[in-house]
């Protein structure tokens, strides 16, 4: 079987621990200037708004997700996703799902007016404690921002990749077996525990020699982390998933996430073939117990 869902059965196998089911998802960029197929166009949300990570979940469980401009629900992965200038300085239209949150919590009778991609770039958002934007906060009075303060906040971003200036219509996220029409990821996005990730490198540094260096932050793990990092460094990343992806999307505690972009991901399930012998996965402690996460 070829492709992406050929590839994904054979790591499966690989692992030999039959039952064994590890969450994954295709991550393919649509350009301004290529077309989207029907059937891409018609898995885009329209009456409603979801973030990267809440996209990825859904994936995760077998829907498909085309996230354009109109529906993302987080401004902050619009920007990293390549959907939006980071300098834009008015509001993306619409409510949004994360800044809906940030209205939900604001001072009664307020005027509301959400914040600008900009107004992420700056630190502004990050550190709403400091830089006296409390409409701007998530968890009330006691919010004290994601950062200390604007600097600390503006430094932060700007190690978080994104796609600028923004070039794409669409960031479509989908499960190995969506096969129509038949597309190959970008990047594959892994949701994995300690132990299959402890294989998942042995099977890469089999083939390669080299070392995972991660590159982590606490906000923005799905959709800078996880896809952006690996599409833009063509290497693999990994993250313990970040605020919007536990409180937001719920990822499961026992579970952190990996990106890799496609031609790593099919080297590396040769390689954990080509390796079965050297490391027995099903008798690491752990690696059996299927439902755990």
């Known amino acids: 079987m070829p492709g992406f869902l050929g590839f994904f059965n054979r790591l499966l196998t690989a692992l030999e621990v039959p039952g064994l089911e590890i969450p994954a998802v295709g991550v393919r960029f649509f350009r301004e200037d290529a077309p989207i197929p029907p059937e891409v166009r018609s898995s885009a949300p329209r009456d409603l708004t979801l973030t990267s990570c809440q996209a990825v979940r859904q994936a995760e469980l077998g829907d498909p997700v085309l996230l354009t401009l109109e529906n993302i629900g987080c401004v902050a992965a619009a920007v990293s996703l390549g959907l939006v200038d980071q300098n834009q300085a008015h509001p993306l239209q619409g409510p949004r799902l994360y800044t809906e949150i940030m209205h939900q919590q604001a001072p009664q009778g307020s005027e509301f007016l959400p914040p600008t991609p900009k107004d992420f770039t700056d630190g502004i958002v990050y550190a709403c404690q400091s830089s006296g934007r409390r409409d701007f906060c998530l968890f009330g009075e006691r919010d004290s921002g994601r950062f200390k303060d604007q600097a600390t906040a503006r430094s932060a971003v700007a190690d978080m990749m994104a796609i600028q200036p923004p070039v794409m219509a669409g960031v479509f996220l989908y499960p190995p077996d969506f096969t129509e029409p038949a597309l190959e990821p970008d990047v594959v996005v892994l949701s994995v525990r300690p132990v299959e990730l402890t294989r998942i490198i ?18 923005r793990a799905v959709n800078s982390d996880l896809i952006v990092r690996p599409y833009l460094t063509q290497r693999m990343n990994i993250s313990p998933y970040c605020l919007g992806a536990r409180l937001i999307a719920k990822f499961d505690a026992n579970r952190l ?15 954990m073939e080509e390796s079965l012998g050297g490391y027995p996965f099903s008798a690491y402690p752990g690696a059996s117990d299927k439902n755990d996460g």
Request: charged share 10%.
């Open 202 to 219: 042995q099977a890469y540094q089999y083939r390669t020699g080299l070392r995972l260096e991660a590159s982590m932050g606490g906000l």
């Open 257 to 271: 996430g990996i990106g890799i972009p496609y031609s790593v991901f099919t080297a590396l399930v040769e390689g």
